[in-house]
């Protein structure tokens, strides 16, 4: 199985590499259009500020290439949120894929928010055999507020978007290749679809 990590210079994504050593798979880091076109998976992670992740997404060409694949593809916190039609992080444009806009937390909470949270409200082939209210890691300032294509929940003062859904696409807003056992079977989960 081709699996593509696209690499467009938004922080560490060597952990999501190793994550996928861990399972058996070998993923490229890449921002090869073609190697990413035709990769089985793609994944497209994010650490870092939405609108200087955006601006080196449209350097390297990749914004137009992105929401036009057509097989399995993974938004991962930062990647999740680009993936949406807009953020106030930077009033920074998205890639549109999904129907929402990123907003703050509000200050009636600490932010960021750090650690473990749970899940719930799951509705998705990314969450087989997950458990309602399982724990997966979080670290965001900023969240995807709940829609129609909301596959799964958590709470930090509200009830936000843990994972969002459509078509060929997923977004999720915590750290799967962080979040350990439960982690491993959400990404083990992305591979079967």
Known sequence: MKIAIINYGAGNIQSIKFA??????????????EVISGADKVIFPGVGEASSAMRMLRESKLDHLVPQLKQPVLGICLGMQLMCHSSEEGNTQGLGIFDADVVKFNNKVKVPQIGWNEISGLKSE????IDEKEHIYMVHSF????????????????????ALGKDNFYGVQFHPEKSSTVGEKILNNFLAL
């Not at 996928?20 to 259009?33: D, I, K, M, S």
């Not at 990314?126 to 055999?129: A, P, R, S």
């Open 126 to 129: 990314l969450f087989k055999n």
């Open 143 to 162: 969240y995807a507020p709940l829609g129609k294509e909301t596959i799964a929940t958590s709470e930090y003062g509200l009830s936000y978007s843990a």
């Open 20 to 33: 996928f050593q861990r399972l058996g798979h070998e993923a490229v880091l890449t921002n090869n259009p």
